[in-house]
């Protein structure tokens, strides 16, 4: 049963039947893949992304087709996709998951371990929705959330939130800070948890008053937003 539909990827193998069954079982195994994560990922689900999840698997088998055992199509195809850049925005990491996820399934189906990619692929699919479901497992005593505060530019922003932050969270973190209207402003970005029985009104009323009553943005992280 997890023999190999097709023993290899050389040139005996490399037939119209074989590549065919190929070409159906990853695109089978990519739109399993992109339903998996449409259902697991609490962001709002990306249509570009879904579809993007279906073509790797078929795409990557292809290449492993037309690479088969020879060296010099392998040196020549890295060369072919060394050129090409990608100008997308960067991904979340369950995202790039989903991107290394689908790549193997690809390499697997291109190298005829039908049998195996299918039987990894139900058993991370399984894994994955488990994982996302299961809050239990990787619960976090409070509600994580995005802050973004504005300060003018001669408030000394180093330390100046960490006595609120001690009162309302059980962890903060910078994640970036900018300069914003020539210099006059910046606008500090913050991952942090706030504690489950707070006021958010009075959490941003302590701020607004360390901030001099500039903008502050706080939003749910990608991981509380519902699907």
Known sequence: MLETLISSTNGDSFTLRNAIIIILSSSLLGLFISFMYNKTYKKSSNNDFSITLIMLPVIISIII?????????????????????F???????????????????????GMGYIGYAVIFTIILCGLMFLLTKNKLLFS???????????????LNYDGVFDEIFEKYTNSYN???????????????????????DINQKNFLDDLRCKNGNLNITLTCSEYDIKA
Not at 178 to 194: M, V
């Open 87 to 109: 100008r997308s925005a960067p991904a979340s990491t369950k995202e790039i998951t989903y991107v290394f996820f689908s790549l193997a399934v690809g390499l697997t189906c």
């Open 65 to 85: 087709l037309l690479v088969g055992n020879n060296v010099a199509r392998a040196f020549s195809l890295a060369g072919a996709f060394s050129i090409i850049r």
């Open 174 to 196: 910078v994640e970036m800070i900018r300069t914003r209207d020539f210099g006059s402003l910046f606008e500090l970005n913050y991952s942090i948890i706030l504690k489950s």
């Open 140 to 154: 976090t005593n409070g509600k994580s959330m995005n802050l973004k505060i504005t300060i003018p530019e001669n």
